[in-house]
């Protein structure tokens, strides 16, 4: 009687734990964004202009969207911008914008040196309920600086290719040395 007590204790205890992790299953939220006030985004961008998304191109990282700029707001802004965000769309707070969209883009320096956005900067399409408070937030605009800026994507280029195709040659090379002087040794 005692025994199954102890044994009983035990039992309880992970029938409890198990519907803790059960039951405290909720929907995933990859991300989540501290503020949607278009002010504070605004207040905190390190780059910030109107513009109108021209192209997209894209790795599996990140997705490089040029925009023609109209008018910068903060920061140094070429006429011609490239803006990188993460390529697994919401999950990782990167963003879906349609070519041709004219918008004001909210930005921020990533570890790589580039122009970076996503889902938590603030970005919004001309026509958005907060499009007006952000353009107001940040100001007198003033003219981008000439020509474009231009992102590297995926940095497994052809470069690396070709170090890694001359490795094998020299390998195989190796390789030919060796069974010819094992060849002549045999003789």
Sequence with gaps: MVVARLLAVP???AVLAGGLVLGSVAPAAACSCVSNDPVELAEHADFAFVGVLTSQRSDDDVVAHLFTVVDVLAGDVRR????????????????EWATG????VL????ERGRVA??????????GAAAYDATVQALGDPRDPL???SMVALDPTDAQEVLWAAALVGVVGALGMVVVRRLTRRAD
């Design 117 to 126: 956005s996503d889902l938590c900067s603030g970005s919004v399409p001309v």
């Design 146 to 148: 000439p020509g474009r």
């Design 11 to 13: 039992a309880v205890l």
């Design 101 to 104: 969209t004219t918008m004001v």
């Design 107 to 110: 930005g921020r320096l990533d």
């Design 80 to 95: 011609g911008q490239d803006v990188v965000t993460p390529n697994a769309g919401e999950a990782s707070c990167g963003v």
